[in-house]
């Protein structure tokens, strides 16, 4: 027998510390400077007195915690079947999912300063964590290489967030699209057959949840409705990003690269 899972086990340590944060601020409090949308009805739902500012925005992430869990389950099923590739992207995939979901419920929970940060660095880590894997299979790169990529975009982008710009939608949608517009290119260069079904259902997830995301800002039709829809947004994205990840991992064991 190998090691055990500890994939799941990591998953699930970050995703207690993850709720331990979030229980010591709902029952302590929330330090810090609030940001400006603590005044303000910036995601358009009705802002709470409390420790959970926006409940629906809030509580929305929570999925996303499992969906970090089920990306670590699969890494160990792939770890136990020698598939090292498809490993590798899962638990990159894995780490993304617990970030996003872990930046939003921390944020609209407390609509404090540093969450904010921690929030919009989130979306352009999620992009460096799909572009490090994009770039390792169309290099056919060893998958060691990701354990260089990935931190160093995540440095980028708190440094982005800090130090460049505040308003990280725009960038991180072009970068997305960008780093997309490879797949093709990574998909004609396999020998193997190709599978495209999670990438189809990546694809509608993230094109519903820019839909979402547009019409639900401040002033757009559905930010009046009586249902927060960035809730919904939240949830489409962590999809996205899920079946991304699958797709990249099951395709991934398909080409050619050296595994270490």
Sequence with gaps: MGPG????????????????????????????????????RCWCEALR???????WNTYSNLPL???????????????????????????????????????????????????????????????????STSLVRLMRWPTRVLWILVPVSLAFAFVYRLGIHPKIETPGLVLMLITLGLEPVILG????????????LGFAAFLGSALVWNLSLPGRPWCEAAFPWHAAWHILAGVAVLCFGLHAAENAQRDSGPTR
């Design 189 to 200: 260069r396999q020998r193997a057959p190709r599978r495209l079904r999670e990438l189809a």
């Design 49 to 55: 007195p409390g420790a959970v500012r926006e409940p």
């Design 65 to 131: 915690l499992g969906f970090s869990l089920f990306a670590a389950a699969r890494a160990v099923a792939a770890r136990r079947r020698g598939l090292d590739r498809r490993h590798a992207v899962l638990v990159v995939f894995a780490y993304a999912l617990w970030l996003q979901a872990t930046g939003a419920l921390l944020y609209h929970a407390s609509l404090m300063g540093w969450a904010s940060v921690i929030d919009g660095a989130s979306v352009l880590a999620i992009w460096g964590a799909l572009a």
């Design 5 to 40: 899972p500890w994939e799941q086990g990591a998953a699930a340590a970050l995703a207690a510390v993850t709720l331990l944060i979030f229980s010591g601020g709902v029952v302590g409090g929330w330090p810090g400077a609030p940001d400006a949308c603590a005044f303000e």
